[in-house]
């Protein structure tokens, strides 16, 4: 074939439904199916062509498609005509019509390139393996299109970090103007402060503070620290001064530099009022943003997380983002709180996060996965990420001096869960027959998260087939202030008990308010779900879960050793579930009172998740329970494992060292060290891969490692540390990264490999067998380098020509990733925590095999399954 652009459809196949009812598809069916796909495409598709159609059965068997209608197709070729391209349509009515189509080039199995048959030989695979009902594959569509659909992937725009190079920190020079707490500490800036000033930074606004923010003095982990007052006329902001990023290098700032962030900094928190300390905090209100520093006051809104879904959420995320406008993220972890920013995402569902830590762990993340590395300034040591109670203020942006309408939807009255004030009980449950009633009575919390004064009525009520809410209790009337500038709220406790006529099977009972009488909204709800009940002609219930989970080992269990086990929790409800899930763990079969830790997550109604965590249990019996937060419901109970026996400590050596340059090309001209033109080893690809092979001949362990780069024009990187599992026995294992200049600030990048203790997080060395390496200077002379500093000079891209341009064939193996893809590009691989693993190059034509440690993984937004 010539040079075609052939899209196949791969991402289709993450968002189907598979239906109990689904069959073949017939040739008919399919043929008709190729015609309206090719009239689409403004092409009348030619008899004489369309007669040359294939069928594809099972096992790359192949027969003429007018001997097909009675045979079990995978996929059918329509061919347009000549020149005119194809459609490839589906063989099986519960998967997506067209699985590719080309309005250009002509079918020809005798030129097809090898990853357009290794695509489409996967694709016969899943097909046949829903055929069968294979239980596995269906599993796994289905929580690929859970997770599709629960980041509304057809709304994402990629929008690129909006605060771009901008990477603050808590520390000096950021916190040069902060109070000494305790007489000879100065404070950090704490990360409410820090997140601000990076916002104001990427805004340039203001010019001056607008009105004195007073003195005041606050208790801080037992400490009274005074903070003194700023005048107006002191907050004149020198943003020309103040750098991106700060390096601790001697003499990288000078001390106008130094102390125009600092000023910056220390408003900002003077303004929300900071708690200050070795590690300090303050809560982010959008009163402070309008009135010290001039954002808009009617466009800002405080949202929190258990208030809508995540497809509602992640859609005002998109908004944000789409608009320019930078996103203040916070949430918690078992140990502590973080306001870091989102300011943009990878339109595969991925957000950029910008975690106020001088660039440490900045990157890409699922918002329901918000879990980076700890060691950032006020980080805690929890090991679980920043998931839960989640908010966000959007809206973020300098005053534009109209009034502007709401750039979220926003329920103003909020239904609370308060654990000794909230009842649910079922006072009549029984019934004589199906038109009697049943009795209930409910109890909650209700409140006004609006800046309005709200009047009106509050009620419990069901939602009808027309989309409307109607009461099913009686009413109880409200009047509540407006939420205040510190964010507190006014609000109250209602209780209702009423009786109702439910239908036999399952009803949903929402809180619902009116301010009409007439006209009845649903609440929103926080910290809690809509009540669900299920009826029989005689009998009511409360269903109180409607989740489905199990635990599985991605690894051989040893003891001693750190092991990684996937949770799968299914949701048959129409109501997300967002909270935790415990996990206990014991070395009998009795369920031990406390867990061994939880899990915070979300899984949209209908949907399943996957989700990776990990143990350490000794050698000898596992049993293990998974439970929903309150321990109210057991979903595994006591699932037994073998742990295996500790392995022998580890003999690391560092054998082999490469990169992705090409073979004896070198740059001279560009390439430089310092003030020196130097020749630099030439990669032609968009980025710089730098490679090592460990070799360990002890038993199997955890290595923690950090493959960093610099470029030679700018040194500055923050070591992103990761842990991995190397098999032992004399096995070699590759720990591979990429880098993109852009990122570095410069062309000619040097590696270096870092290794740090588990136990302690103390910096050690590994053995190597690598001999030192140089980097030669043009003029004559040289730079030693050691045996981890390999030096690339990336020249970028070359354009080429490939015959078809596929999206991505990608596949999962035991231990790999396999790609393939016939155009040179660079595909990204992210964990389910939601952090990118590494970009790899895949070049055209080409099949390339990554291994990966077992697992979940996410491949430019497709999910793959490693064994």
């Not at 598979?18 to 090719?38: D, H, L, M, N, T």
Request: glycine share 8%; net charge negative; proline share 4%.
């Amino acid at each position: 074939m010539k040079c075609i652009r052939l899209h196949l459809l791969l991402f289709a196949l993450l968002l189907i439904s598979v239906s109990a009812f689904a069959g073949p598809r017939s040739f008919r069916q399919a043929r008709q199916i190729a015609e309206r796909q090719a009239a689409l495409l403004g092409i009348v598709m030619d008899e004489s062509a369309a007669s040359q159609a294939k069928s594809f059965g099972f096992g790359d068997k192949t027969q003429k498609s007018q001997a097909s209608d009675q045979e079990t197709a995978s996929y059918y070729v329509f061919p347009h005509g000549e020149g005119k391209g194809f459609t490839i349509v589906s063989g099986d009515d519960c998967l997506p019509e067209i699985v590719g189509y080309t309005d250009q080039g002509t079918y020809d199995e005798a030129s097809l390139p090898e990853s357009y048959k290794n695509f489409m030989k996967a694709y016969q695979e899943m097909v046949e393996a829903v055929t069968k009902g294979d239980q596995a594959t269906l599993r796994n569509l289905a929580e690929v299109k859970a997770y599709r659909s629960s980041v509304n992937s057809t709304h994402f725009k990629a929008v690129s970090p909006l605060l771009g190079n901008i990477a603050w920190n808590q520390s000096k020079p950021f916190n040069n103007m902060c109070p000494i707490y305790d007489g000879k500490n100065r404070a950090v800036t704490g990360c409410v402060a820090t997140a601000m000033a990076q916002v104001m930074a990427y805004y340039k606004h203001p010019k001056q503070l607008l009105q004195d923010i007073p003195e005041y003095t606050k208790k801080w982990y037992g400490r009274d620290v005074a903070v003194p007052g700023i005048s107006k006329s002191d907050g004149v902001y020198d943003w020309d001064n103040m750098l991106p990023f700060y390096s601790t290098a001697e003499g990288s700032y000078t001390e106008a530099q130094a102390n125009a962030v600092a000023k910056l900094m220390f408003h900002c928190g003077a303004a929300v009022q900071m708690g200050y300390g070795s590690s300090s905090g303050a809560n982010l209100t959008p009163a402070p943003l309008a009135k010290y520093f001039g954002y808009d006051a009617d466009m800002m809104l405080d949202l929190s997380r258990s208030l809508y879904s995540l497809t509602e959420w992640t859609q005002i995320l998109d908004n944000e983002l789409a608009a320019g406008r930078p996103v203040f993220y916070s949430g918690s972890s078992t140990d502590g709180g973080h306001q870091f920013i989102c300011d943009g995402s990878d339109g595969q569902g991925l957000y950029h996060i910008n975690w106020g830590w001088g660039g440490y762990q900045n990157g890409y993340f699922d918002v329901t996965i918000l879990n980076p590395e700890k060691g950032g300034v006020g980080s805690g040591n929890a090991q679980d990420g920043y998931n839960r109670s989640c908010s966000m203020l959007v809206g973020v942006a300098p005053d534009n001096g109209k009034v502007d309408e709401p750039v979220a939807p926003f329920a103003p009255i909020v239904q609370s869960y308060w654990d000794k004030m909230s009842v649910f009980e079922l006072t009549k449950d029984t019934r004589n027959q199906v038109s009697d009633k049943f009795a209930l009575k409910i109890q909650n919390y209700f409140c006004n998260q609006s800046r309005q004064e709200m009047t009106g009525s509050i009620a419990y009520g069901i939602l009808k087939s027309d989309g409307t809410y109607v009461p099913i209790s009686g009413v109880k009337e409200f009047s509540f202030k407006g939420i205040q500038d510190n964010g507190r709220t006014y609000g109250n406790t209602f209780l209702f008990e009423f009786d109702y006529v439910f239908p036999i099977g399952q009803t949903t009972i929402y809180a619902i308010y009116s301010t009409d009488h007439v006209h009845w909204n649903k609440c929103a709800n926080s910290e809690m779900r809509p009540y669900v009940v299920e009826a029989t002609a005689q009998k009511l219930t409360q269903v109180r879960s409607q989740l489905k989970a199990d635990i599985t080992p991605t690894e051989e269990l040893l003891g001693g050793l750190t092991n990684g086990f996937e949770i799968t929790i299914q949701n048959q409800g129409d109501i997300e579930y967002l909270g935790a899930i415990n996990i206990f763990s014991n070395t009998t079969a009795t369920m031990p009172d406390q867990a061994a830790l939880d899990v915070y997550v979300t899984v949209p109604a209908h949907s399943s998740i996957t989700r990776k965590v990990e143990l350490s249990p000794s050698e000898g019996d596992l049993y293990l329970w998974l439970t929903d937060a309150g321990a109210e419901n057991v979903f595994v109970n006591g699932k037994k494992f073998t742990v295996g026996a500790t392995p022998a400590a580890p003999v690391f050596t560092v054998v082999k060292a490469w990169t992705n340059a090409a073979p004896n090309e070198y740059e001279t001209e560009k390439a430089t060290y310092g003030s020196n033109k130097v020749k630099a080893p030439k990669t032609n690809d968009a980025f710089a891969q730098f490679n090592f092979a460990i070799k360990n001949d002890g038993g199997t362990a955890l290595l923690k490692y950090a493959l960093v780069a610099y470029s030679t024009n700018k040194r500055n990187f923050v070591p992103r540390f990761e842990t991995v599992r190397i098999p032992g026995n004399g096995a070699t294992t590759t720990i591979s990264k990429s880098f993109d200049p852009n990122e570095l600030g410069g062309n000619t990048i040097i590696s270096d490999l870092w290794f740090m203790s588990l136990t302690d997080n103390e910096y050690y060395d590994i053995p190597t067998t690598l001999s030192n390496n140089r980097l030669d200077i043009v003029s004559g002379g040289y730079y030693p380098l050691k045996p981890f500093n390999l030096v690339v000079y990336v020249a970028g891209q070359p354009s080429g020509i490939s015959t078809i341009s596929l999206n991505k064939g990608i596949y999962g193996g035991n231990g790999e990733i396999i790609i393939s893809s016939d155009r040179s590009q660079t595909v990204k691989i992210c964990n389910l925590s939601g952090q990118k693993v590494t970009s790899v190059a895949v070049q055209a034509g080409e099949r390339q095999v990554i291994p990966v440690p077992s697992g979940i993984y996410i491949v430019n937004g497709i999910k793959v399954i490693v064994k």
